[in-house]
């Protein structure tokens, strides 16, 4: 499976950016996609995630309320919509999939995007 994430850029504390991840390969098997994201020392975090078949999503506490997961099937895509950013919100932000998690572990998820950065100026 190969994923292919867009939408990273430079914003304003308050803004909004809506990433996207394309997914390729062997997307039959698609379980959940979603989001993690990394600071330069620090662990990489969940952010968000989205089941498949029926659309459930998981939210990190620190992004509940700003930050929209979703699918669109058709497309083998997921999005997330990041609104209210602010500057801890500064990050890689790395898409994934896997075939058979739904969850917040890192250690569940298989396959990984190469990353974009987000930076949220104050």
């Known amino acids: 499976v190969q994923l292919q994430a867009s939408g990273g850029g430079l914003v304003q504390a308050g803004g909004s950016l809506r990433l996207s991840c394309a997914a390729s390969?062997?997307?039959?098997?698609?379980?959940?996609m979603g989001w993690f994201r990394q600071v330069p020392g620090k662990e990489r975090e969940f952010v968000a995630a989205v089941r498949w078949r029926d659309g459930n999503t998981l939210y990190a506490n620190s992004v509940k309320g700003r930050f929209t997961v979703s699918r669109d099937n058709a497309k083998n895509m997921v999005n997330l919509q990041m609104n209210s950013l602010n500057p801890e919100d500064t990050a890689v932000y790395y898409c994934?999939?896997?075939?058979?998690?739904?969850?917040?572990?890192?250690?569940?998820?298989?396959?990984w995007g190469q990353g974009t950065q987000v930076t949220v100026s104050s």
């Open positions: 994934v999939v896997d075939d058979t998690a739904f969850t917040t572990r890192r250690m569940d998820y298989d396959y």
């Open positions: 390969g062997r997307t039959f098997s698609t379980y959940s």
